[in-house]
């Protein structure tokens, strides 16, 4: 007894200030948890059965560590975690024009297609874009019913005509590739993108056909969540030899005089993956792979990936990655067949700045491809910088970002789909 009274006394000049300094009584007790939970939750939540999902911001981190450090110039700042729940779709103005995305030569989606660009030209008044391509479609062009439809639209051509401050929003029909194509139209701010899955795939497609005319007209009146995909900009600077250079019986280049180059840079904006591979050699890749300027590894083997949290699910988990959510900042980087049995894929933050070239003694090139397009050979000399994009893609959810997310593990990745043990009697544990 004496030992828990010397305990409780101790323990009184650590309570609260609402305690009165004897013992916590239960309503003293509440006071203190309330507080204590304030201090881990937004300010805009008063109430004390506020939920997370109704809360602005998820936690709120500490800026300052200890009495004299802190992260942020201004000690009173808030850095706030991102709650997914919080990512609704706001327009600033009701939305007029809407580019529809057609899978090319797919007989399926004719009528889908038809269907929809009379609702949205004739129910919605809505401005509708398409790609020239599409409407060169002689299903679509010889039917004399839809042609006055057409005559409606506004055509744009792709890497010729720039659409990126005409559209309010965008509508896929397909699979996968036709968001992965959106992407590509846009090199910097994209628009909402809402994904209709006609395809094999539809991972990155949740709204189903069948009741798009509600769910257009929800996304008209801004009634719907969104989840911010990053992007990886990607810069590629070629060394374009003007005369040939002599290799010798090690694969050194030797030069016979000055050699006249020119640096060629590229830039393009992936959704998915960047992907460096050994191409039609027979032997390995072999590229040096840098952080923030400093080599990190060289990379030997089948190839390296180089990733995005959406691309995560693509063809880094065929390699051995893990699947990571969209709203996690994060760059993945998983070998392809390393030679090195420990080289595991990783996680690097997003923001960092990669970058990959041929090593000096690499046997052939290599071949890089963005998002399973654009694919092009490098060659020694040649750089590929990769960094997050400032311009993510805002993917329009059907739900919400999480219940999205796991339920195309499920339906498309038949993500932990297993045989279940039989239930086990107390008579069999018997034996």
């Not at 007894?1 to 200030?17: H, K, T």
């Not at 744009?156 to 992407?183: K, P």
């Not at 420990?342 to 003694?361: H, Q």
């Not at 994009?389 to 796991?406: A, E, G, L, Q, T």
Request: glycine share 6%; net charge neutral.
């Amino acid at each position: 007894m004496d030992g828990g009274q010397e305990m409780q006394v101790e323990a009184a000049p650590y309570c609260c200030s609402t305690c009165d300094g004897g013992e916590v009584s239960g309503r003293n007790l509440a006071r203190r948890n309330r507080k204590t939970r304030s201090l881990s939750t937004s300010s805009a939540c008063n109430s004390s059965d506020c939920r997370r999902t109704q809360s602005l911001h998820g936690p709120s981190p500490v800026t300052t560590f200890g009495p004299k450090a802190c992260m942020l110039q201004n000690p009173h700042a808030v850095m706030h975690i991102q709650d997914p729940a919080s990512q609704r779709l706001t327009w600033n103005k009701p939305p007029k024009s809407v580019l529809v995305i057609k899978k090319i030569r797919d007989a399926s989606l004719l009528q889908p297609f038809k269907e929809l660009c009379i609702f949205l030209t004739e129910v919605k008044n809505m401005i509708v874009y398409v790609e020239k391509k599409v409407l060169e479609d002689p299903a679509i062009s010889d039917d004399e019913n839809f042609g006055a439809i057409t005559k409606k639209f506004c055509t744009f051509r792709e890497d010729l005509d720039d659409i990126s401050n005409r559209v309010d929003f965008i509508i896929c029909l397909g699979g996968d590739g036709t968001l992965l194509y959106a992407s590509s139209l846009f090199q910097e701010s994209v628009p909402p993108v809402m994904a209709f899955h006609l395809g094999s795939l539809g991972f990155l497609t949740p709204f189903k056909f069948d009741t798009y005319q509600s769910q257009v007209t929800q996304i008209i009146e801004g009634n719907a969540a969104i989840v911010l995909r990053s992007r990886l900009k990607v810069r590629v600077l070629k060394e374009n030899w003007e005369k040939k250079a002599r290799v010798d019986e090690k694969g050194i280049i030797l030069t016979n005089g000055d050699i006249e180059s020119s640096r060629k840079a590229l830039q393009y904006q992936v959704l998915n993956e960047v992907v460096v591979d050994r191409g039609p050699s027979s032997y390995l890749s072999n590229v040096d792979l840098f952080l923030d300027g400093h080599l990190i590894t060289t990379v030997q083997g089948d190839g390296v990936i180089v990733s995005t949290p959406t691309g995560s699910t693509a063809y880094a988990v065929a390699a051995g990655a893990s699947m990571i959510h969209p709203n996690v900042p994060a760059i993945m980087i998983t070998p392809i067949c390393p030679h090195s049995l420990s080289f595991r894929p990783i996680v690097v933050p997003a923001g960092v700045e990669l970058k990959i070239m041929l090593s000096c003694d690499a046997r052939n090139t290599a071949w890089v491809s963005f998002d399973g397009r654009k694919r092009q050979e490098i060659c020694h000399g040649d750089s590929i910088t990769i960094t997050t994009s400032c311009f993510p893609v805002p993917s329009i959810c059907f739900r919400d970002p999480v219940n999205d997310w796991f339920e195309s593990l499920a339906q498309c990745l038949h993500w932990n789909v297993r045989k279940k043990q039989n239930y086990l009697s107390s008579e069999d544990e018997e034996f």
